[in-house]
């Protein structure tokens, strides 16, 4: 039976190691090429963090029902398979066979909805998204609803990830109607917790279509059911990714199912900005290693580069940090 318990939230992360040789000859052999701006090495490479935020989820969100645990059949060896509350996931087990081997993070992402025993309530963190300081069950979901800002941002559409984000909008766009929308909801777009997000919103108010929404790049929220409304309507447009072991042009991500709940109403005012923030390592890692020690927020993104400097320095530095305040092994280690 599926999980639909209301207070069941579960935490689904992704995770690869770059150092293995399989995964390696995969990659190589598929993408003709070692590096490259989809294939770039910083996409990919482990910062050996992982053992943190395991122990940051066991001593700050102690509430989490299970953690979904997924990778491309790699497990590290400290980590505890026998845990209850952990549980493996390999590509195989809810990715279409045809695309296999991937590397492209955006299709991984399409198909959580088909994670066995996944709660109907659950939040999806990158492994570089990490919980800092005590978080309750709702930051993530009141009254059952993620919580989550609805606000326009400016998309440039150059680059192939503001591409992406602008193949999302052309489906919610044919989907849904911006002013019927804003009228219905009207307090919960300009939420008075979103103070300043909300400027564009309010200036493209007269606008008829929708624009690329505000992404606090950190763990979000979703409803399962929100993913198979998706699927039901553009199934056959998300299944041409299918394909696509590396990112494209083409692409969906799953911001898609982020806005579409929002359009659904399915979703509480809430300004994640307020308690997330996302450090560039490349130009700053002393603000990263400062908000860790100091637990400034309750989460932050710590994202790599393929252009920091003395990357060994920095990351050990970061390493420190999270041994600070993080010194003791969680359960979840052998």
């Not at 103070?195 to 919103?201: D, E, I, N």
Request: proline share 7%.
């Amino acid at each position: 039976m599926p999980n639909t318990n209301p207070h069941d939230i579960d935490f689904i992360i992704t995770w690869v190691d770059m150092h293995d040789p399989e995964w390696q000859k995969d990659f190589i052999k598929y993408s003709g090429k070692e590096s490259g701006n989809a294939v770039s090495i910083a996409r990919f490479r482990d910062y050996g963090l992982i053992r943190y935020w395991f122990r940051a989820v066991e001593k700050f969100c102690p509430w989490v029902r299970k953690i979904h645990f997924v990778t491309c059949g790699q497990h590290p060896e400290w980590l505890n398979p026998d845990h209850p509350r952990l549980a493996f996931v390999d590509h195989e087990d809810y990715m279409p066979h045809e695309a296999l081997p991937m590397f492209n993070s955006s299709l991984l992402e399409l198909f959580f909805h088909k994670i066995p025993d996944l709660a109907e309530h659950f939040v999806y963190f990158n492994d570089d998204f990490f919980p800092i300081s005590p978080i309750e069950p709702e930051r993530f979901f009141r009254d059952g609803l993620p919580c989550d800002i609805a606000a326009f941002r400016y998309n440039s559409g150059i680059g192939l990830w503001s591409t992406c984000l602008n193949n999302n909008m052309r489906l919610i766009n044919e989907r849904f109607d911006k002013r019927e929308i804003l009228a219905r909801d009207h307090d919960k777009w300009f939420h008075p917790s979103y103070g300043s997000k909300a400027r564009l919103t309010r200036l493209m108010q007269w606008y008829p279509r929708f624009l690329t929404l505000r992404v606090p790049h950190n763990a979000q929220p979703y409803l399962k059911q929100t993913y198979q409304e998706v699927w039901d309507y553009a199934g056959d447009e998300l299944s041409k990714m299918i394909p696509h072991r590396f990112r494209t042009r083409e692409d969906y991500t799953q911001e898609l199912f982020r806005i579409w709940q929002i359009c659904r109403s399915n979703f509480t005012p809430y300004n994640t900005y307020r308690d997330t923030k996302m450090f560039p390592l490349a130009l700053r890692s002393a603000g990263a290693i400062r908000a860790i020690r100091e637990q400034s927020y309750k989460l932050i993104c710590i994202n790599d580069s393929a252009h920091i400097r003395n990357y060994d320095e920095v990351m050990g530095n970061i390493r420190d940090s999270f041994e600070a305040i993080l010194p003791e092994p969680s359960s979840f280690e052998r």
